[in-house]
């Protein structure tokens, strides 16, 4: 047995539906309510949830499922056991609500719709209420010694992993060719990446994209051998974001080392004795000795702290630097924005006198 239970705001079309001519099976229990039919019931709950104006969710719909093998166990009789039952220990004495069964699927299930405003106005909570029925379900499967649907989910589940063993087999062949490659490659950049996946086609495994309607990829699939598996299947390494996190280079200096290469015959051909560089070639940076700023701007638009810093690079350096015409450039607009700034100083230390 399973249940279900949700708190929704149409009541009026909830029971006209448990009570439609085709699905209605037995009537079972009314309890707290006088009427019979479904426009009158609503409006002698209607009557008690009006008292309470801030609730919008005024309706309790429950499902209760019965597994095909038990209902040869269940005559109408203990259906309404079960439907007072379950109400009880949902905590719902207090409340106004109907039972009846359907008949318009294989397995018989039973329906309940309860006013969740109670007869003393107060509101049913519904905090995890979901969870509460299938806890509740679950119970009464136990008492009364009928199919447990968390045992049955189980069960399923174990069985389907062993349905077809040739799809299992082949599976573990292809964990077993993707973890040993992925181990193999794994941490060696854009290389080990395409090495991979030419290893994995040469093993006559074919990896699929899987797209969305906007043309995204979201994951993966591995083909082998006439079986088709999700990335998830094989394992939570081979998803399609958690693959390319593999190859990525895990020593940061050779992650450097293009970058290097191509900056070294730069530096060695301009500044070949001091290693400093005032005003690299793209202009776009200014470095100091500890390495710790660097400033992007052109020679027009620095800006009062950047050049104090330039200026206190020159006063340091002294002669080991042989200036451009650029540094030249540089080193005088500094130095009269230096004269500015102390003229500025002095007229400021004026005023406040």
Known sequence: MIGKCKAIAHGSNALEYIFREGKLGNRLVFHNLCSREPK???????VVSDYNTRCRNKFLRIEIGIAPQDEKKLPVSELMRIAHLFAKQMGL?????????????????????????????EVYDTTFVSNRAARVAEEISREKGLTIAREIKAERKHQKAKTNPTREQTKQQVQKICYALLDKYKGTGITGHSMFLYELNKNNIAIERMKNKQGMVYGLKF??????????????????????????????????????????????????DTGYQLVPPSRSS?????????????????????????????????DLI??????????????????????NRKKKRGRGI
Not at 289 to 316: F, H, K, R, W, Y
């Open 322 to 343: 042989t200036p451009t015409v650029q540094g030249n450039d540089y080193a005088e607009t500094a130095w009269q924005r230096k004269l500015r700034n102390q003229a």
């Open 286 to 318: 200014i470095s100091r000795e500890n390495d710790t700023q660097q400033v992007q701007n052109p020679i027009g638009a620095v800006a009062d702290a950047i050049v104090s810093a330039a200026d206190e690079l020159m006063e340091g350096l002294g």
């Open 93 to 121: 004495d207090n409340h106004q609500w109907v039972a009846v069964t359907h008949k318009d699927t294989d397995n018989r299930h039973i329906h309940i719709i309860a006013n969740r405003i109670s007869l003393y106005g």
């Open 223 to 272: 083909s082998y051998c006439g079986q088709t598996f999700k990335a998830s299947e094989i394992g939570r390494e081979f998803g399609y974001h958690s693959l390319q996190k593999n190859f990525k280079v895990t020593n940061k200096e050779e992650s450097r080392k293009p970058h290097l290469t191509v900056q070294e015959p730069i530096e060695k051909k301009e500044q070949p």
């Open 40 to 46: 009158a019931i609503y409006e002698e709950m209607k």
